[in-house]
């Protein structure tokens, strides 16, 4: 029997799970159940689980939007002693874009799953090392972009479409809703890979996605054969396009992800240690939350975490 330390983000989304929340809370199978109060406090929680809990059936419960199950993630991986404390999800989210790789479904529906799970799975894990002044490290389960996605979730994040939109539990198009502001917003910029042996200059990238999942920007379908418990990362990297040609790959990516036999969209699986540096101030995103306008000079691994799904 697993015993449950929950986490759970009550900002999430449109904030109208209480029901749901309510039949969990109702579980016996919780043995600790902490509402975050403050944004970063989940990553903080976590970690402080991972340091002192030793109970063999722990597994830690995220409850929230993708921003919380990624700031869990980090807790948990920051904290970790030696075994990894498996980590369960509820989305109560906007976008929920991992709940859709994963097949969880909504909220009632992800609960029905938790019920009906015995075992933990192990998905992939991206690891970001910024080497610049800090050196610090973030861990990624849905991706990582720099760019016109990160521009997109900036501004979706910023925009009171997001919180309109998730009061009619619609907050996944809030990500749509704010897409043509960024694309004519949104400059190119130069970029650079070292991947494996190999060097390459993308002079005018526009979109810069490292991905092992389907979906970004609440369910579009980036890369549509992607899966969580894959091992390895790609890069995908779009030219700066026209607006003509930017409508007809959007309607192709929303279709069939025929989009990827573009020659504007370049597809790169990435090898451990690739390095990219974009020299321009870019904005960032992780997991759909925004990172600091800024240079970029990463280092990308990846690992497995075991998720209990
Ligand atoms: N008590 C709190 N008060 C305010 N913000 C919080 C609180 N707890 C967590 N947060 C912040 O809420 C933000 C949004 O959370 P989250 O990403 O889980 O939901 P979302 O944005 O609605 O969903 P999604 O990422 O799936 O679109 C995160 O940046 C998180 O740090």
């Given at each position: 029997m697993p015993k449950f330390y929950v986490i759970h983000n009550p900002q999430a989304g449109n904030q109208a799970h209480?029901?749901?929340?309510?039949?969990?809370?109702q579980l016996n199978t919780?043995?600790?159940?902490t509402d975050t109060a403050y944004p970063g406090h989940a990553a903080h929680l976590a970690k402080n689980l991972a340091k002192t809990i030793t109970d063999p059936e722990a597994v830690v419960l995220a409850i929230g939007g993708d921003g919380t199950l990624n700031e869990v993630l980090n807790g948990l991986i920051q904290g970790q002693k030696q075994r990894p404390l498996p980590l369960a999800y509820i989305p109560t989210g906007s976008g929920n874009d991992?709940?859709?790789a994963a097949h969880l479904g909504q909220a009632?529906?992800?609960l029905a799953h938790l019920k009906a799970t015995t075992h933990t799975q192990l998905l992939n894990v991206g690891q970001m090392t910024d080497d610049g002044l800090y050196q610090s490290t973030r861990y990624f389960i849905n991706n990582l972009g720099i760019g016109f996605d990160a521009a997109v979730v900036e501004r979706a994040n910023q925009s009171p479409w997001k919180k309109r939109l998730n009061r009619w539990g619609l907050g996944h198009l809030s990500y749509l809703a704010t897409t043509l502001g960024a694309f004519f917003r949104q400059n190119d910029f130069q970029m650079t890979l070292m991947?494996?042996?190999t060097y390459r200059q993308i002079p005018s990238a526009?979109?810069?996605?490292?991905t092992n999942q389907p979906f970004f920007g609440g369910g579009i379908a980036l890369l549509p054969e992607a899966d969580l418990s894959h091992e390895?990362?790609?890069l995908i990297v779009t030219d700066k396009l026209s607006f003509f040609q930017f409508l007809k790959l959007f309607i192709a990516l929303k279709k069939d992800g025929q989009h990827l036999a573009s020659p504007h969209i370049t597809?790169?699986?990435l090898q451990r240690g690739a390095q990219i540096h974009v020299r321009d101030m870019q904005p960032g995103q992780i997991d759909g939350e925004t990172l600091c306008k800024s240079t970029f000079s990463l280092t990308i691994d990846f690992h497995t975490y075991p998720f209990w799904l």
């Open positions: 209480g029901d749901i929340i309510s039949q969990t809370k919780i043995s600790r159940w991992f709940a859709r009632s529906e992800a991947n494996g042996d526009f979109l810069v996605t490292i390895g990362f790609d597809r790169i699986p």
